[in-house]
């Protein structure tokens, strides 16, 4: 949901009155990808990218011109070319989030206004790019952290791969945005009051620092291409007990519950090498609420995260997972049957899904060759062209039409029980709010931009569709759009939040119910149905293959970017380097922080990565997705980083300041003993320059810790050893976790025993001296680590089992007298 607070005319009214981007290092393939951290200007982009190729060749123009007069060639059909890469969008640190309205300022900075600005970061938030090319057409799939799309992005991504790097994908473009409530505001050009409402007042220099990181991974991706194969895949319902996601919205029950499907597309190289994968189901990314002051992608990353290391541990090869929003205007995300809190939770709705999808993505049938076609357009939205003129639905108590739009509609006190699916505003007065009037109110005109065009996209892959919608539609609307695409005799998929953003989007009958989403929409019972059947005869055209063009628009766009003077940059204070160091020891489970003076946020988000001695010094800690070239470090959910300057943020810029930053690393329960130390890299600027800088911490050594135990039980000869420890609490400070916060366990409450479940090494001994051979246990699932002991011939009088976990790099060992019941 968009704004998650409903808000009154008054409320809103009221919020008349207030005061008023980091880039990616981008990787391709998952398998080929490179890491680079490069300086970057005082005023520009923090976005760095060195594109890796994974076997194909790049190219940097293509296709159609987008005027909308041109003819173009019959569908092109043939082999398929693929490129993937992924990127990285986050900050700067505190610049305001979307998603909840009315996020109280308690963090001033020079980067929000009318919403809370983010004091750090858990994980940052991923941009990833999939293109497909057929016989020089081009369908580029960008998978975005925002909140929603909106046309801003969409086509000011565009524009800088023309001006960037001279690459032309005008209408070729689908943005597919994860709608975390957590991640970067200020992208829509509202009128900047409405921005109290969850989305901030729109920044010109943030839109251009987010177009210029998505272009980038565009680009990464495109210089990633080469021979592929393609296929699609779905299930209608994969999450029955609602572990993933949940129906939230009991006005239109029991007419509609979630949307069921989960749907896959799919590249990879014709060797069978992984490449990337669209997730396409409905969740919305609202486990952390709205007093959360860190920047997170919430339940779609988690879900992303754990999907990639699942698929990794199972096949020994990286992939890229694209989640992409379908019907999730009113689902909920689950993971919390456990009481996991917040972070942890994220991590259970990616542990659910895992299986579910790694099924699923072995049962495509994969395709060497392609029909493709895109069409995108702008349309404007009127009542008339929508359909009221014929449907008395959206009209004031005096029988006026609400011409321009309403906002907050609802049934007048007594006439509709939001509780109660039984009643429906239908045939009643609506008591909307006239977005007219709230618009000239604002010093704006009608027709609006933002309001009354938009922007659509149709691409067809075979006989597999894609259409997007420019908002946040329900399950309602996508059981609509998919009987269309049954009535045509085809499959397809559905992209919500997508291109543009309109606010919820229902189906008449449930719009007609009342509730939340109904009052957070603009145009009434008729624009869903309205949008999608304007996509269908698209389908029809796609089907037929016909040469329209692939862009085309009612009329030219009346909301449009303005320039701007970028922000200057705070010197440091202080040289950057270390102000605090880790322990010499820290078992499992515990969490240790490190601190240093670093750089201002807008330099981008400092990168903190964990290192071990493997006995010729330190080296990277290999990340768990398997990425080439990618370590463990706090661009996941793997550690939390903040943001502390001296003095306090205020909302100015001031000519200097101590740029202090920390991070806080939860050592994960199956984490190899060995000696570690963290190396932490960025950017600082002192008042003349910018500089990259270094930072390694002491070595410290991993361990179990005090409070781990060794039960070991000799049963029917075969002997059960469970390695375990209390869970850690978990602590707040403020607003953001300290301790406590990762998923040590998945398979356990949050209040029981966390299990280590990693494969063991066990020998034995007797009167202190070492007995019998070395054997390996594996951790079997459901089952534990469950050892032969009749076959070493041992007698277990007086036997001690002592195991240390088998990735060791030096082994830490723990002993149990093996017990006989």
């Not at 929603?148 to 994908?169: C, N, P, R, Y």
């Not at 943030?206 to 779905?234: E, H, S, Y």
């Not at 003095?647 to 810029?653: F, H, I, R, S, T």
Request: proline share 8%; aromatic share 8%.
């Amino acid at each position: 949901m968009m704004m998650k607070q409903q808000l009154s005319w008054a409320r809103a009214l009221a919020a008349l009155a207030l005061a008023g981007c980091p880039g990616p290092t981008a990787e391709t393939s998952a398998t080929n990808g490179s890491s680079t951290s490069d300086a970057t200007t005082e005023t520009g982009s923090t976005t760095d990218v060195t594109p890796t190729t994974s076997g194909g060749t790049s190219s940097t123009t293509h296709g159609t011109t987008g005027n909308p007069t041109e003819e173009i060639d019959p569908l092109p059909q043939g082999p398929v070319r693929a490129g993937v890469a992924v990127g990285y969008l986050t900050g700067p640190v505190g610049a305001s989030m979307a998603g909840f309205g009315g996020r109280t300022v308690t963090n001033s900075t020079p980067w929000n206004h009318l919403l809370n600005g983010a004091s750090g970061f858990y994980g940052l938030g991923t941009i990833k790019a999939m293109v497909i090319e057929v016989g020089g057409e081009r369908l580029v799939v960008m998978k975005t952290p925002t909140m929603s799309s909106e046309h801003s992005l969409t086509e000011g991504t565009i524009e800088k791969l023309k001006a960037l790097h001279d690459i032309d994908l005008t209408g070729r473009l689908i943005t597919a945005a994860t709608h975390s409530h957590h991640n970067l505001a200020r992208y829509w050009r509202l009128p900047a009051p409405l921005g109290f409402v969850g989305a901030d007042s729109p920044d010109e220099e943030l839109i251009d620092r987010m177009t210029t990181a998505m272009a980038d991974v565009i680009a990464a991706a495109v210089a990633d291409l080469g021979p592929a194969q393609w296929g699609v895949a779905w299930n209608d319902d994969w999450d029955p007990d609602d572990e993933v996601y949940r129906d939230r919205r009991g006005e239109n029950d029991p007419t509609y519950g979630k949307d069921a499907r989960l749907t896959l597309l799919a590249v990879r190289r014709p060797d069978g090498t992984p490449m990337a994968t669209v997730i396409n189901f409905g969740m919305h990314g609202t486990v952390f609420d709205s007093p959360n002051e860190l920047f997170t992608e919430d339940a779609p990353g988690g879900l992303e995260m754990k999907f990639e290391e699942a698929f990794f541990a199972a096949k020994g090869q990286p992939i890229f997972g694209m989640f992409a929003q379908s019907g999730g205007g009113d689902a909920s995300p689950a993971g919390d049957g456990l009481g996991h809190p917040e972070p942890a939770r994220i991590e259970r709705v990616g542990h659910a899904a895992a299986p579910k999808i790694l099924e699923l993505y072995d049962a495509i049938e994969w395709r060497d060759e392609a029909t493709l076609g895109v069409r995108s357009r702008r349309i404007d939205l009127t009542y008339s062209g929508i359909g009221y003129d014929d449907y008395p639905e959206f009209r004031n108590s005096q029988g006026g039409p609400y011409l321009w739009g309403g906002w907050q509609c609802k049934g007048a006190e007594g006439d509709v029980d939001d509780g109660n699916p039984a009643t429906s505003m239908e045939g009643k007065p609506k008591n909307c709010m006239p977005l007219q009037g709230l618009l000239e109110s604002l010093g704006e005109t009608v027709p609006h931009g933002e309001v009354h065009q938009t922007y659509l996209t149709v691409a067809r892959l075979d006989d597999f569709y894609m259409l997007t919608l420019p908002g946040e539609p329900t399950a309602s609307v996508i059981e609509y759009a998919r009987a269309g695409y049954e009535a045509r005799a085809v499959d397809g998929m559905v992209f919500g939040y997508s291109q543009d953003h309109l606010l919820y989007l229902t189906q008449p009958d449930d719009w007609l119910q009342g509730g939340y989403e109904s009052e957070m929409s603009l145009w009434g019972p008729l624009l869903a149905k309205y949008l999608v059947d304007g996509q269908m005869t698209v389908v029809d055209a796609l089907i037929a293959g016909d040469g329209s063009p692939v862009w085309s628009e009612d009329s030219p766009s009346l909301s449009v970017g303005k320039s701007f003077e970028p922000r200057p940059l705070e010197a440091s204070v202080d040289a950057p380097g270390l102000t605090s160091e880790p322990p010499m020891g820290i078992g499992r489970g515990e969490t240790l922080r490190v601190a240093w003076n670093g750089g201002e946020p807008s330099l981008g988000e400092p990168r903190v990565t964990v290192q071990v001695d493997d006995g010729n010094g330190f080296v990277d800690v290999p990340s768990p997705s398997g990425w080439a070239g990618a370590a463990l470090d706090n661009s996941r959910y793997h550690m939390l980083t903040h943001y502390a300057p001296v003095p306090e943020p205020n909302g100015k810029l001031l000519a200097e300041r101590q740029q202090k930053w920390y991070v806080d690393w939860q050592v994960p329960a199956d984490m190899p003993a060995g000696t570690y130390r963290l190396r932490i890299t960025g950017r600082s600027f002192d008042g003349q320059a910018t500089e990259d800088y270094a930072l390694e911490t002491a070595p410290f050594e991993v361990t179990f810790a005090a409070e781990h135990a060794l039960t070991a039980v000799l049963a029917g000869g075969e002997l059960t050893l469970d390695l375990v420890r209390p869970p850690p609490a978990y602590e707040l400070v403020k607003t953001w976790p300290i301790s406590g916060f990762r998923l040590l366990d998945p398979e356990v409450a949050a209040a029981d025993p966390v299990h280590v479940r990693a494969p063991l090494t066990l020998t034995f001994i007797k009167d202190n001296l070492p007995v019998g051979d070395t054997y390996e246990v594996p951790y079997t699932p459901g089952v534990g680590h469950v050892f032969d002991f009749a076959a070493t011939g041992l007698d277990p009088d007086q036997l001690f089992a002592r195991v240390h976990l088998q990735g060791d790099v030096v082994p830490a060992f723990i002993e149990a007298a093996i017990a006989v019941p």
